[in-house]
């Protein structure tokens, strides 16, 4: 039982109806350090990543449970991409002291919730207030096969495939901030960006596919994270421009403001689908619901002295794609 004290209170809310703590280690063993979307330590794969209202979220735009949500999916997209099952988490907490008792209840029931639907068990962490809400959380997962998904695993004609289509977070956030009159014309944008609904075993599934190749989530653009795999794994790799699955509202939003969905496709960031690198048949891949829909866009060659990535583009003229990725420095 917790004392009378605010505080305990509040955490002890948090854990009740908690996804249980089981006492399971890592199947496959292995140690790697920083570069990917996760470090692993003994076959655990870790992952931090932390939201920050103003930066990440305001709840102007979302409400407390989307705030929550979007942070949860930015954490588990990271295991999901080494091709890893979120277990457990540790989690910060700082509660803005203006929010009222409302909106600190409902934070509370939906990281409590958020990870409990997903059975991974809170098993520590800390709980403070500020001028500004956060979310702080280390998760950890265990991998579906014997290695984890790797940035540096792509080979010379590795074919390159997104799963689900692109550019919707982006396009909903420049919505907001350019036409919030309009939020209502276009609610799928606006949802996603607030928060995301991601294929979250889509890593795992190719483990269990045994398609081992090279993968990393979306997170900071396309365009950024295609110059990450081609300087990881030391390979040029091209994009096609009309294989990209860029999402029909999005194209429907860049014909009326006159916006070019390229932009939102290889620059939007905080997609978290998943940009992989593959070798196997691509037959494997089709009409799998578990990775959520996959498509290819483009292939990996040899590295020259060349651009990391070009794009072939609908008039045949092939163009550098530079990283653009979102910086919070």
């Known amino acids: 039982m917790f004392p009378d004290v605010p505080e305990f209170k509040f955490i002890d809310s948090l854990l009740k109806n908690a996804a249980e703590f089981k006492h399971e280690a890592p199947q496959h063993r292995g ?8 470090a692993m330590f003994d076959g655990w794969l870790v992952t931090k990543d932390l939201s920050v209202e103003g930066t990440h979220f305001r709840l102007d735009w979302s409400t407390p449970e989307q705030a929550v949500e979007k942070h949860i999916v930015s954490n588990v997209s990271d295991i999901n991409s080494m091709g890893g099952t979120p277990r457990l988490a540790v989690l910060g907490l700082c509660i803005n002291k203006n929010w009222s008792e409302e909106t600190r209840t409902r934070v509370q029931a939906a990281l409590s919730q ?15 207030a500020g001028d500004v809400g956060m979310f702080s ?15 540096s695993a792509v080979k010379p004609g590795d074919t390159l ?10 396009a909903g956030l420049w919505l907001l901030l350019n036409h919030p009159e309009a ?4 609610p799928t944008l606006v949802e996603y960006h607030l928060a995301p609904k991601i294929c979250e075993s889509a890593g795992a599934e190719l483990l269990r596919l045994g398609a081992y190749g090279a993968c990393m989530d979306i997170s900071d653009g396309l365009s950024s994270e295609l110059n990450h795999l081609a300087l990881s794994s030391s390979v040029n790799l091209q994009i096609i421009e009309n294989k990209l699955p860029i999402d029909p509202e999005v194209l429907r939003l860049c014909a009326k403001f006159g916006q070019n ?11 978290y689908h998943l940009l992989f690198a593959n070798s196997s048949p691509k037959s494997i891949f089709k ?7 996959v498509c290819e866009i483009g292939f990996a060659v040899e590295k020259t002295a060349g651009d990391p990535v070009s794009m072939l583009c609908k008039n045949g003229e092939k163009l550098p794609v530079s990283p653009r990725a979102w910086s919070h420095l």
């Open 114 to 128: 958020g990870f409990a639907k997903r059975g991974i068990a809170l098993i520590g962490g800390d709980t403070v």
């Open 261 to 271: 969905p390229l932009n939102f496709a290889l620059n939007g960031g905080e997609e």
């Open 287 to 293: 009409e799998n619901t578990q990775l959520g829909g």
């Open 183 to 186: 939020v209502d014309e276009f």
């Open 31 to 38: 140690w790697l350090g920083v570069g990917d979307d996760c």
């Open 137 to 151: 959380t280390t998760l950890l997962g265990t991998l579906a096969g014997e290695r984890p998904l790797l940035r």
């Open 161 to 170: 495939y997104v799963n689900g289509t692109l550019g919707k977070s982006g």
